[in-house]
């Protein structure tokens, strides 16, 4: 029997204290919350500073190198919020945990080299004992990820064929970044420079893909340079978190069965607008962009571009500060040409700092949407997607929470919004 209906593990740190935050202001009415980390002081510090709302949580004490006291966490719960990354350096024995226990799990992660390890230890644990493990339920990949079941499901009511070729777009963001995330990249590119094996997962278009001999033969590149589009009517450049969500929303076609479609193509990039200057901020995107990775990927420059970032750029522990978290904020549209010819759009914003504000949103309704909602869910269990863990539920819960979806089918031959 569990003690909590969902515990969040990682609370002391900078995304974790935020997570809690949001919690303490949600509808929790009813349910039994608890807040873990390695030290139960510093964890009871954070729950007093939340005030009467979580003054009955519980505290509990769990460290990533002690696996008896994840194990017991894990099964005093039915849902794990992990906010401990690198995931790739702490995140696996909580992963084999919850998948033992039969233990929901839901987390923010943006690791790809880490997805694909629990996919390969823990996806048929899991199923065996059917727990829902659900990585990227933050800005890595929601908006991604379920704007595109959404858009999906929009064309199919109107019997409009399937997903064809799929673009998402950033039309506007700002946001801050944080120290755990800078150290969740750099540890990633540390691993592929190491190994050439876990460089090719990173390239892989079809990384996360559970049936990686039956993607096409035709490779699916990330966008890498600038070009002008013709079917968006603007310039787009490279998007840098589209080696993530294009993986995540790949593997969600193929764990739905190829629902999107057979051939479904899809790509992320920075809308850049049609400005005199537009080609220009293109290039030098891709060209830092581009030198980046080819600093990164050496072994010499990256280790030393590793020990600068290390003394110049936050710790973790450390992000956006309350107002810049605030005035953060995200545009996304997601366009697609149907198996017909219809053309639409789908639509993803919402208002915080990507990463911060608006992830906390994500990840917290996530384990709510586990808990509150458990009997509308699909009837799956593995390592999953959001889109194939929650599909229309989740998207609903987070429209109630202020985010938006809304699709839109395109006249034929008009041109979209730039």
Known sequence: MTDVDIVLFGATGFTGALVAEYLATADTDGLRLALAGRSAAKVKAVRDRLGAAASDWSVVTADSADPDSLRAMAESARVVISTVGPYARYGLPLVEACAATGTGYVDLTGEVLFMRDSIDSYDAMARANGARIIHSCGFDSIPSDLGVFDLHQRVAADGAGELTDTTLVVTKMRGGISGGTLASGMAEMEAARRDPTRKATLRDAYSLSPRRDAEPDVDQPDVRGTSFDDDLG???????????????????????????????????????????????KGAMLAAGMGGLGAVMSNPVTGRAAGAVADKALPKPGEGPDEEARRKGFFRIEIHTRTSTGARYVERVAAQGDPGYAATCVMLAESALCLVRDADRLPDVSGVLTPAVAFGSVLVDRLRTAGMTFESERLEDGAAPRP
């Open 234 to 280: 603007q310039w787009v450049g490279p998007f840098m978190m589209a080696g993530i969500n294009t993986r995540v929303v790949r593997r969600s076609n193929a764990l739905l069965d190829y629902l999107y479609g057979r051939q479904f193509r899809y790509r992320e990039v920075i809308g850049l607008g049609t400005g005199p200057d537009a080609a220009a």
